[in-house]
């Protein structure tokens, strides 16, 4: 079992361009979720999808958004890049009413210049 | 809201020392407590969680207590080693189909 996966591992993007994260979910999980950690900081909850809809959101602007697949993998989308989204990107997935019991992915290094 | 305290890093301890590192709590409801790890330039990697008030989680020598009278879940370690130096999150998860809520984490320096 690979577990969670993200790729790619490491991004080097400039201000203002667009970017798009993935994450593929552990086997018999169908939901998955996203989380910025910021240098020193620990992760904020970006948004939660399940059955390929947004379920739950966090405080992020609407230049943050994603996508589910019928297979349960996701993308992160992030529009006109600000220096402040360099960050950790985290994806975590569990099963659904299973939260406790969620798995976190080893992140997607983001940094804009 | 619900929202996550820990005790303000760096911690730096020599092997062998005891640790604690502080976590409380505010949250609505009945919120499950998870400690997690974090090594250079990895993710997070459960270390124990506790579903209910009074349960104690442990993993690898480190225990954590869910008090619900002081809305705490304080990670303990009897002996540490210079492999546990990482940052460790406390966090909570409250409900159905919520989010975690983390604290800041906490840096430990394990000296040998």
């Known amino acids: 079992d690979a577990g969670v996966t993200q790729s790619p591992t490491h991004l080097i993007k400039t201000r203002g361009q667009q970017v798009t994260l993935r994450c593929s979910p552990k086997s018999g999980h169908d939901t998955v979720s996203w989380y910025q950690q910021a240098l020193g900081q620990g992760p904020q909850f970006i948004f939660q999808y399940y059955e390929e809809e947004e379920r739950q959101r966090g405080n992020f602007p609407d230049r943050f958004s994603g996508h589910q697949f019928p297979n349960y993998s996701s993308e992160l989308n992030v529009n006109a890049l600000l220096l402040g989204d360099s960050a950790l990107y985290l994806c975590?997935?569990?099963?659904?009413?299973?939260?406790?019991?969620?798995?976190f992915g080893q992140g997607t290094r983001l940094t804009v210049v | 809201g619900n929202s996550v305290t820990q005790m303000e890093g760096p911690v730096t301890l020599s092997e062998e020392a005891f640790l604690t590192i502080n976590c409380t709590y505010t949250a609505t409801g009945y919120p499950s407590l998870f400690w997690y790890v974090q090594y250079p330039g990895e993710g997070l990697q459960l270390l124990l969680k506790?579903?209910?008030?009074?349960d104690k989680g442990s993993n690898k020598g480190f225990e954590a207590t869910y008090r619900k009278e002081t809305t705490s879940f304080h990670l303990e370690k009897g002996s540490v080693q210079v492999s546990d130096s990482a940052v460790y999150f406390c966090a909570l998860i409250n409900n159905y189909g919520q989010n975690f809520v983390f604290g800041p984490g906490t840096r430990l320096s394990v000296l040998p």
């Open positions: 506790a579903t209910k008030a009074d």
């Open positions: 975590a997935s569990s099963s659904r009413g299973q939260d406790t019991e969620a798995f």
